[in-house]
């Protein structure tokens, strides 16, 4: 039974990781950004959550409605301002500007907050479970985060292939110079992308601050998390990124089931695996 338990377990941790990557995946599907500072990203929106949740005494899930909104106008002036003047064949500059946004990030964060690990406390939903056996049972709290992980890809799948800003999006995906001389923007659309993609990161980031501890340092790996979520998924493919996440969650499960201190390091040898064996991910998207 306990192997069962882990295993369902890594599938609701994967839950949050697919949620991290969601927006790496999307940004990286629609204009090929290597976002560095993705990671640090997720935990901005961590604390502009803590001081929505302690300034007006609001319970974290309805933070969602005041972060995400100021992570997508956020995202979107980085990218207007920033982003998009870098962006080109040559990837290097991008990596190495997000890579300095990263670090802003961690500093003005470590001098506002300092190093002091934080939480977002949800009160009766950090103990409440469903009880599926005598011996089996699973959190509200990481159910709800892994429907929210289902909900969120469902919706920017609908977005792409349903809608005409979405058709747009996937046209300057394929060939951003093109859809230029057919009258669209294509900064403009960049800029959406990213704020679509920091608004999901947000909603990722009240999941992860009720769930576990976090600090201003800890962005680098939730960055890695999501990385392994995308590749093992495969580079723009949002239910890969699903896929990936989960893998990445029961791996580290199945770890820590036999030792403690396996936990991570499981989930980084299942990624080299897959990556080995599958070197464009287990769902490569396709042109339509």
């Not at 976090?214 to 960055?223: E, H, I, K, N, Y």
């Not at 199945?254 to 030792?259: F, R, W």
């Amino acid at each position: 039974m306990s192997w069962i338990d882990a295993i369902l377990q890594g599938t609701l941790l994967g839950g949050q990781y697919a949620l991290f990557a969601a927006g790496l995946s999307l940004i990286f599907g629609v204009m090929r950004l290597v976002n560095i500072a993705h990671g640090d990203l997720i935990v901005l929106s961590a604390f502009i959550a803590l001081v929505c949740v302690e300034s007006l005494n609001l319970h974290p899930l309805l933070s969602i409605f005041i972060v995400c909104p100021i992570m997508f106008c956020f995202g979107y002036a980085l990218q207007k301002v920033i982003l998009n003047q870098i962006l080109g064949k040559d990837i290097l500059p991008v990596i190495l500007v997000t890579f300095g946004i990263s670090i802003i990030i961690q500093n003005v964060l470590f001098e506002i907050f300092s190093a002091d690990s934080q939480r977002l406390l949800s009160g009766e939903l950090d103990t409440l479970s469903l009880k599926l056996s005598d011996t089996l049972s699973i959190g509200w709290l990481p159910l709800i985060a892994f429907l929210a992980s289902i909900a969120v890809i469902t919706s920017l799948q609908f977005f792409f292939y349903k809608t005409k800003t979405g058709m747009v999006f996937r046209a300057t995906s394929d060939n951003s110079e093109v859809v230029e001389l057919m009258g669209v923007n294509r900064n403009h659309v960049f800029a959406l992308a990213m704020g679509v993609a920091l608004a999901v990161a947000a909603l990722a980031a009240i999941f992860m601050g009720m769930r576990t501890n976090f600090d201003p340092s800890v962005g680098p790996a939730r960055l890695i998390y999501a990385f392994e979520a995308v590749i093992i998924g495969g580079l723009g493919s949002l239910w890969g990124t699903l896929a990936g996440g989960i893998i990445i969650g029961v791996s580290q499960a199945i770890g820590a089931n036999i030792n403690p201190g396996w936990q991570v390091l499981s989930g980084h040898l299942v990624f080299l695996f897959i990556l080995a064996i599958k070197p464009n991910g287990l769902f490569p998207k396709t042109k339509d």
